[in-house]
C-alpha cells in the first residue's frame, strides 16, 4: 500500500467526501461549482445523483448517514458488526449495533477513490487471504485488515452453504483481527418445517450471540417498529416492483441500485421508506404520463441481470445502459421475496412479517433473511426448485426482459460452476444472454473499455439495439 | 509390499474395484470425506471416493465448468464424460465445497448431453457448516433419507442390520490407518511419505475388507522392515486441499525430503476415532463431529492446533501448505497458517497446484528444492 | 586455485559465470532455447572462451533455474532462489530482501544474516509481474524492451492501466495510443503497473532492511523507481556487476563454498 494510502482512515474520507456532497446539494449553484472543483474523480458520480432529483439527493444522505453512524458508533456507545450484504441488518437496528457491510463499502471505494480498491484488495493478499477470493469483499476487508478503519467488535455472516468465498473471507477475518464471528448456515433447500425449523434456531441461536456482545437484550418494541417500517418498505418495493413490469418501464436505471443497496444499507429504518415513497411517487408519475424512466424518453431494450450489476469506474454501467436506451429489469439483488411481491409465483418461497409477538417476529426475521439475495437462489442446485434458473426465467418472463446479462466476479465459484449451464437454458428459453468476464469491483481484471466494448458487440450481434 | 495400494491410488478402477464389479456387485462413487461410507456398505454398494488423476485433458469439463474454477471437479467431470466412470452404478454429490457442489448439476447436464455418463443412481447429500444441535439433527435427516434412497434403488433389504457390521469394520480400518503411523517415527521411519499417501488413499478406493486385510499384512511386514534413508532429510507436513496424488509427494522425496505426515482430506484429515453405536444416528454424529474442514465455518483455530500437535508428535521440519489454485478455503487458511507458524518458528512454504496428473512439476519441483535448501540448514 | 562456475538457465535468458575466490572472472548472457542442454552449452562455452579456460579446469559447477536438470556437464544442482539469494548478497552484502524478476515468474526473498534463504514467495498466477509482461506489452507499443526504462524519464503524465492483465492490458496499449496518448507515457504506465503488481509480493513477504531487484528487469530502471514509490522507500541499485547474473554468481559460489 502506498504511504499516501495509510496516512489517513479510509473510512474518515470516505465519510468527510460524503458529507461534503450532501452539504453541496443544499447550497448555491456557485457553492456547487466550487465543490465540483475539489473533488474531480466524485463529480461525475455526484452530478449523477443531482440528476435523479429528489431520490438521488436522498440516497446521498442515506449513505452519509450510514457511515457517520459507523463514525460515530463507539463514542455513542455503540458496538460495530462487520457483515455482508447478504444479511440483513434490521436485527442489528433493532439491537442498536452498526453494521460494516464489507461489500457496500467496496462500492463506495469504487465510487469514490480514484484508485478504486485495488491497493486494499492487494493488502488482503499481503494479510494471507487468496486473492482469488471475491473481489467484493476484498475491497472494503483490506482496509480493515490493514486497520484504517474503525475496530469491529465482531462479525456476522450468513453465507456458509450459500457462497464458501464469502463465508471464507470472514472466517479469515475473524481468525486474522481476533474477532468474535458468528454464521448464520442453511440447508440446501429453501421450503419445508424442517428447514423453517433450522432457520428458526439458527436465527434464535444468533441473536444470543447477538445479546452477549453488545450487551443489549432484543427489546420487542424497537424490533416490532423496525419489522413494521420493514412492512412498510415491502409494499412500497411490491408497487415499485409492479410498475417496474410497464412497457416502457417508468424506472429510470439507477432505481434498482437505490433499491437494493437502500435495502442492504438501511432495512428498517425511515430513510429507506422516505426514498422508497420518493421513487414510487416519481415512478407513478412517469407511468401516468406514459413517460419511460431513461432520460431519452425511448426504450430500446429491456436487460435482466441475472447476477449483480458493475461498480467500477464511476459506476458507468448506469450511464452505458441510459445512453442506449437500455431499462434494467432488475438482477438477483434486487428481489427480497416478501409475500406481496408481483414475481412470487410460489407463496411458500415468500416471508411474511407477523408481529404478534418476539416468538412470530424472530420466526418473520429468521425467514426474511433466508430469502435475501444469493441466500435464496444459490444454496442448492440451479435448477432446483425456488433457485437460480427459476428465479431467472420467471423473472424475464414477467418483467419482458429482451436478454439476459451476467455480471459477476472472478471469485464467484458458484457462479463459475453453474453458469455456461444457466446460459443454455436461458437461450433456450428464448433470451439472448451475455456472460461478462469482468470483475464487478476490480477493473485490474478487465478494463470497463473492454468489457463494455463486448457488451455493445453482445447487443449489436444479437440485434437487440 | 505397498504395490497394491500405489495401483489402488493410481487408478480408480483398479483390480479390486474390477474384481468387485466382476461380482456383480454396485459402485457407488462419493466426492467429500463426509459422506459415511459406512452407510453405503451396509447397503451392500462399494463406496469409491471419486478423483480425477487419470485424466488426459479438460475439454469437457471445461465444457460445463467455468474458467474460474478449482480443476477437481472439472476433471471428476472429464473422467465422467470420457467413460472412465461408466463402471460406476451411482454417484453422491456433496456440498464439500462450491466449486465441488455443482459437479451435481454440471454431471447432470452432461448427462443429459452424453447418453451414460451419468449414473443411474444420482444423489445429492447435504452437509452442515457447523456442529450445533439443530445441524446435527439436520444431518441425521440427511443420513437417514440417504439410507432409504440406497434401500430404495439397490433393493436392500436390511441397512439397519448389517451397519454395526460396517462400523466395526470402518473403525477397524481406523485403527490401522493410525497404527500405520507409528512407523512415521524420527529415526525408525519404515515407509515413505509417498507408500503412507498411497495407503490413505486406497482406504477409499478399495473394498473395505480387502484394504483392512492388505493393511494389516503391511503392518506385519512393517514392523520388521528396515527402516527409510533418514539422514539429512527434512521430515515435512503436507497439508491443505484434497490431495490423492501420490507424485506430488514423490516429488518432494526425490527432492530430498522425507513426508511423515499429512493433514489432508484423504485418510487423515477427519480426526473420527472409533464411531461408538450400532445406528444411522451415531454415524451421523460422529461424521459431523470433529471435522477439521474449513468449510466448517469457524473452526481455523482448531484446525491450528491440531496441526501444531502434528508437528510436535510427528518431528516435522517444515510444512508444505498446498492448495489448488481456486481453492478459496484452504488457499487462506494457509495463509493464516503461515502465520501462525511463523510465530512459532516453524519454516513452510506456501504452493499453489492445479490438481489433476502432474504437469506442473518442474515449477512446483523448484519451489520445493529451494524450500528444502532452506530448511536444511536448520538440521546441522 | 578455486575456478568454479555457475549456469542459470531460465525461460528468457541463460547466463553463465565463472568466478575465483569471490571475484568474476568471466560472466555471458544469452537469449535461452527451447533446449536448455543447448543453451547451457552455448553460454557456458560464451564464458569459458572469455576465462580462457576449459570447462576441466573448473573445479566445481553448480546447475540452476528451471534448465538445471539438462546441462550436458557435471555439477550440483541447486534452486534459483537459493543461488539468487547467495548472489544478491555477494551484489549487495546489505541486502535482505530482493525481489527477483525473471521472464516467467517473480519470486519475493528474505535473507537471514548468513545470506541463505529465510522465507520466499512466488508469484504463480499468471504472467503479470513477470519479465513476460514487459516483453509483452513493449512489443505492441512498438518498443524494444531494454528502451521500455526510458519512457519513465520522458513521460510527462503517465497512463494508469486498468487492467494488470497481459492479455486485456493489450488491448489497453492500443486503445491508448489510438486515442492519442504518447508513448512515453504509455510506457511508464507499463513500468508503474509492472511495479504495483511486484509491490504485492514484496509486502507479502515483508519488508526487511535493505531492498534490491535482481534478474533482467533490474536494468529497467522505470520498474525501480515505481516500485520505490509503492513501497515508500528506497530500492538500493546494483552496481557491483549486472544483476540478472544475480542467480549465476550465487550458483558459482555455492559451488566455491562447497570445495571449503
Redesign the interface.
Known sequence: MRPETKAYNFDWMLWRTLDLACNAMTGTEKELKIVMRHIPYFKDILDVFLAYGEPGKIFLKLVYEYMDNIMTAHEKGKKICGTTFCFSPAILYAMDTVPVTLELVTVLINSLWKRGIGEFSDFCYEAGLTETSCSSQRGALGAYLAGLGETFDFIVADTPGVCDTNANAFAFASAYLNKPAFALTFPDRLTGDDVDNYHQKDYRRMIDFLEEQTGNRLDTDRLREVLQEIKKQDEILAELEELQRAVPSPLPVTYNFFIYAGRFFFAGKPLLTELLLSMRDIAVTNMQEERCGLPSGKENTRALFCYIDHYTTNLALWSWLEERGITHMGNILSRFWADNTPYNQNRSNAYNIDSTNLDTMIDSLAAQNSRMPMVKSIRGPYDAPGMWLEDTLSLAQMYRADCIIYSGTPGCRNTWGMVKLLARDTEEAGFPTHIMYSDSFDERVESWEATSARLDEFFAVRGLL | MTEIFIEASKKIYNSSVEQWTKDGKPVVGYTCSHLPAEVLHAAGVLPLRLRGMEVSGLEIGD????????TM?RCLLQMAGTGKFDFLEGAIVT?G???M??????W??AGKDMEGTLPSFFA?F?V???E????H??FK?EVLSLAGLLKKHFVTEDIIGKLPASIELYNHSRKLIKELQQFRKKNDCRITGYDALAVSVASTSMPREVFNSELEKLLSKLKNAAPVKEKGKPRLLVTGSATDDIQIIGLMEDSGALVAAEKICFGHFKTIGTIEGNSLESVAAAYLDGTEC?????K??ERRDSILALIEESDIDGVILQ?I?????H??D???L??DL?KKGI?SL???REYGPLVER??LK??I??FI??IR?NLS | MSITAGCDVGSLTAKAVIMEKGRILASAVIRSRARPEEASREVMDLALKEAALSINELEGITRTGYGRGRMPFEGKEISEITCHGRGARWLLPSVKTLIDIGGQDCKAIKLKSDGSIDRFITNDKCASGTGRFLDVMAKVLGVPVEDLATCSERADHPVTFSSSCAVWAQADVIRLLNEGHGVDDIGAGINNAMAARVAVLLNSIGLDGDICITGGVAKNLGVAKALETQLGCRVKKIRKADPQLAGAIGAALLAEERLK
Open positions: 465444457s460445463y465448468f467455468g474458467p474460474f474454477i478449482c471437479p456440498p465445497c462450491d466449486s457442489r455443482r459437479l451435481d448439476e454440471c447432470r447436464k445429492y447435504d452442515p457448516h457447523k450445533t444441535d439443530y445441524a439433527d439436520w435427516k474449513p468449510r466448517m465455518f469457524g481455523y483455530e492448495n489454485r481456486f481453492c478459496d478455503l488457499g487462506s494457509n495463509g493464516l503461515e502465520a511463523r519454516p506456501r504452493i499453489e518442474e515449477r523448484m519451489r528444492d529451494a535448501e532452506s540448514g
